[in-house]
């Protein structure tokens, strides 16, 4: 099964899952059957909110699931619909999510629960907080790093 994890840096197993899918600066890429890490950087990390499409960049990958802190309910209906399962990140160390995923302790995203948009709260839950204001503040774009990628 091949895994897209979003990360903040590009060290694989030492990175962080970065706090939402569209505006990471890297997907880290897990082959769980091959034990093996592939990280490639998102060339649309910078865009508006709602606009961006990072599957367009990482179709040829023929990803299986995306194990995130925080998506888009479009963009998890979209996946679905591709047959890309979306799992919640609970660890924000790559190295606790490959132990997950080969734990088989992953938990699907429900869509119900998805981010709603800018500061808007009772959306996906990022760490401790509820929402998708990146810590319930409304400040999105912001991830683990307290960078300013705005997505």
Do not use: W
């Amino acid at each position: 099964m091949l895994i897209c994890i979003p990360t903040i840096g590009d060290t694989g197993k030492e990175d962080v899952v970065n706090e939402h899918f569209g505006s990471a600066r890297y997907f880290t890429l897990y082959d769980s059957e091959l034990d093996q890490i592939k990280v490639v950087e998102n060339r649309n990390a910078h865009h508006d909110h709602g606009t961006c499409h990072p599957m367009n960049q990482l179709a040829k990958y023929k990803i299986d699931g995306i194990i995130c802190s925080g998506i888009g309910r479009r963009a998890i209906l979209t996946m679905q619909a591709e047959g890309i399962k979306v799992y919640h990140a609970r660890d924000a160390q790559v190295a606790k999510v490959l132990e997950n995923i080969k734990n088989g302790d992953l938990e699907e995203v429900d869509p119900s629960r998805a981010c709603r948009g800018h500061g808007l709260q009772g959306g996906f839950v990022h760490g401790n907080q509820a929402g998708c204001g990146h810590g319930g503040k409304g400040g999105h774009g912001q991830g683990r790093d307290g960078g300013g990628s705005r997505d």
